[in-house]
Each structure stands twice: as structure tokens, then as C-alpha cells.
């Protein structure tokens, strides 16, 4: 009797039946990489495409032939557009610096919260909140019911209302794995808490940091929903933007080139920038 168990016990597994769970298709892994292949296209191929229409003659009708300067000519001869440019790059160095030193001093303390996981859950709300919602929410609060004059201040506040979840959830993937124990063995040594951070937990947090910063100053220098519920007389990029798109005298070939310009200066620094932090941070 025991003999049978234990050729019952050694048996091997049966084998998957033809047909059976969907991790086992033969085909999985290649049409995995064809539905790759898709999203990135329908990622970047319209980036290629605007940059295409950029320096055609005829932009609005999809054609990029015959190729002309023209719209570069046209957006470099009218500088209207240089004060809002400037007006936004200023609000979202200003937004990504608040962010990122914020979204680190709560993340260093939210994982020794007894109440963290509530605490979590209310910064990260207004990820879900529509924009326009909040934007008119903040517009409530500060004009009519504070009496306050909306301007680049009030655009600034609300980015950091928005860039905020971002920025700390970023900064959070890094705490909660954050090894205590090495706080705990440089008190023991006799350093002090400041030298502690500067020593031991910044150069494993600078990542998060960073990543904190750089997607606080992405999402302020693309933000229009909340921009222009805040705005009150102000204009930022994005705002110039929407506004000469859907003036009666299109402006839109213009936007084309300057959109371009913008693409062919933050791309390359972002990829710099991800190199840096993750390529050679892993090598050293």
C-alpha cells in the first residue's frame, strides 16, 4: 500500500490540455509584440507627423509636400507668443521645485504613518478629480469667496494642487522600500540627522526626486483645464495656444512649429536625463 502511494506521489503533473488556459497559446508572445509595436506607434508616429506638417506648405490638409519654411518664418517674426513661453517655463521650474521638495519631505514620513495607507489615499485623490471640476472648485474658493485677483499665482497654486499626487507617488516607490536600517546604523555611529540624510538617504532617493521634479514641471507646462479657471487675466503657453487654435484667424500652422520646437528641446533633455539617473546610476 505505501509502495502505491508513493508512485501516486512522484507521478508526474498531466499535461496542459490542447486549447487550455490562455497563458499557454503558442501565439501569445507574438501577438504581445505586434500590440507593442501598435501603442508605441500610435504614440509616436503622430509626434513624426506633426513635426512633418511643421514644414509643409499645406499643413492643414495632411499632406506633407510641397515642403516650405514658411510657418517657421511666420512664428519667429511674431513674438507674441515669447511671454507666455517664457511665463510658463517660470511657473513649472517654480511648481516642479515645490513639488519635489514637498513630495519628499511627506513620502520620508508617510511610511512610518499608523495611518498611512488613509493619509495615501487622500493626497493622491485629486488624481480623480476632472480638471475642470477642480479648476472651478479652486476658482470658487479664491475669487468669489476670498476675494482674491487670480494671476500667475493662483495658476501656480493650482499646479501644484495637481502635480502634487504625481510627485509623491513617484517619490513613495522609493520610501516604502527604503531600508531603516541604515538611519539606525549611522545614529549608532554618531551622525547627525541632517548629515544622515545628506549621506545615506538622498543618494537613494535622488531618482524620486528628480522624477518628481520633472513630472511637475511636464504636467504645469501642459496644464489648460485648471489654467483657465485660475488665470484671470494671465495667458501661459498652453492657454496662447488654445486660444489662437480657436480663433476665428487660425493660427494653428504657427502652433504646429512652435509645438515642434518644444518637442526637439524636451525630448532629448528627458532622455539625457533618464540616462543619467538610471544608466549610469546602475553602473556606478
Given at each position: 500500500?505505501?509502495?502505491?502511494?508513493?508512485?501516486?506521489?512522484?507521478?508526474?503533473?498531466?499535461?496542459?490540455?490542447?486549447?487550455?488556459?490562455?497563458?499557454?497559446?503558442?501565439?501569445?508572445?507574438?501577438?504581445a509584440?505586434?500590440?507593442?509595436?501598435?501603442?508605441?506607434?500610435?504614440?509616436?508616429?503622430?509626434?513624426?507627423?506633426?513635426?512633418?506638417?511643421?514644414?509643409s506648405?499645406?499643413p492643414?490638409?495632411?499632406?506633407?509636400?510641397?515642403?516650405?519654411?514658411?510657418?517657421?518664418?511666420?512664428?519667429?517674426?511674431?513674438?507674441?507668443?515669447?511671454?507666455?513661453?517664457?511665463?510658463?517655463?517660470m511657473?513649472?521650474?517654480?511648481?516642479?521645485?515645490?513639488?519635489?521638495?514637498t513630495?519628499?519631505?511627506?513620502?520620508?514620513?508617510?511610511?512610518?504613518?499608523?495611518?498611512?495607507g488613509?493619509?495615501?489615499?487622500?493626497?493622491?485623490?485629486?488624481?480623480?478629480?476632472?480638471?475642470?471640476?477642480?479648476?472651478?472648485?479652486?476658482?470658487?474658493?479664491?475669487?468669489?469667496?476670498?476675494?482674491?485677483?487670480?494671476?500667475?499665482?493662483?495658476?501656480?497654486?493650482?499646479?501644484?494642487?495637481?502635480?502634487?499626487?504625481?510627485?509623491?507617488?513617484?517619490?513613495?516607490?522609493?520610501?516604502?522600500?527604503?531600508d531603516?536600517?541604515?538611519?539606525?546604523?549611522a545614529?549608532?555611529?554618531?551622525?547627525?540627522?541632517?548629515?544622515?540624510?545628506?549621506?545615506?538617504?538622498?543618494?537613494?532617493?535622488?531618482?524620486?526626486?528628480?522624477?518628481?521634479g520633472?513630472?511637475?514641471?511636464?504636467?504645469?507646462?501642459?496644464?489648460?483645464?485648471?489654467?483657465?479657471?485660475?488665470?484671470?487675466?494671465?495667458?501661459?503657453?498652453?492657454?496662447?495656444?488654445?486660444?489662437?487654435?480657436?480663433?476665428?484667424?487660425?493660427?494653428?500652422?504657427?502652433?504646429?512649429?512652435?509645438?515642434?520646437?518644444?518637442?526637439?528641446?524636451?525630448?532629448?533633455?528627458?532622455?539625457?536625463?533618464?540616462?543619467?539617473?538610471?544608466?549610469?546610476?546602475?553602473?556606478?
Amino acid at each position: 500500500m505505501s509502495h502505491s502511494v508513493l508512485q501516486l506521489s512522484v507521478r508526474e503533473p498531466a499535461a496542459q490540455p490542447k486549447g487550455g488556459a490562455w497563458s499557454y497559446w503558442r501565439g501569445w508572445p507574438a501577438c504581445a509584440k505586434w500590440i507593442t509595436f501598435g501603442v508605441l506607434g500610435l504614440i509616436y508616429f503622430p509626434l513624426l507627423w506633426l513635426a512633418m506638417m511643421s514644414v509643409s506648405a499645406r499643413p492643414l490638409s495632411g499632406i506633407p509636400f510641397p515642403l516650405s519654411g514658411a510657418n517657421y518664418v511666420s512664428l519667429f517674426t511674431n513674438n507674441d507668443w515669447l511671454a507666455p513661453f517664457g511665463i510658463s517655463v517660470m511657473i513649472a521650474l517654480g511648481v516642479a521645485v515645490v513639488t519635489a521638495l514637498t513630495a519628499t519631505l511627506v513620502g520620508r514620513a508617510l511610511p512610518h504613518s499608523p495611518r498611512a495607507g488613509t493619509l495615501v489615499l487622500l493626497a493622491v485623490l485629486p488624481l480623480f478629480i476632472p480638471g475642470m471640476s477642480m479648476g472651478a472648485a479652486q476658482f470658487i474658493f479664491l475669487r468669489p469667496m476670498l476675494g482674491l485677483t487670480l494671476g500667475f499665482w493662483s495658476i501656480f497654486l493650482g499646479h501644484v494642487v495637481w502635480a502634487f499626487p504625481f510627485s509623491l507617488l513617484i517619490v513613495l516607490v522609493l520610501t516604502t522600500r527604503f531600508d531603516s536600517r541604515l538611519v539606525e546604523a549611522a545614529a549608532d555611529l554618531g551622525a547627525s540627522g541632517w548629515r544622515t540624510f545628506w549621506d545615506i538617504e538622498l543618494p537613494i532617493l535622488r531618482p524620486g526626486i528628480v522624477g518628481a521634479g520633472t513630472f511637475g514641471f511636464l504636467i504645469s507646462f501642459n496644464e489648460v483645464q485648471r489654467s483657465i479657471f485660475l488665470r484671470g487675466t494671465a495667458t501661459t503657453m498652453p492657454i496662447w495656444n488654445w486660444e489662437m487654435a480657436s480663433s476665428q484667424q487660425s493660427q494653428v500652422p504657427v502652433i504646429f512649429s512652435l509645438e515642434t520646437i518644444v518637442l526637439a528641446v524636451v525630448l532629448p533633455l528627458l532622455a539625457a536625463l533618464f540616462w543619467v539617473l538610471f544608466v549610469r546610476m546602475d553602473k556606478n
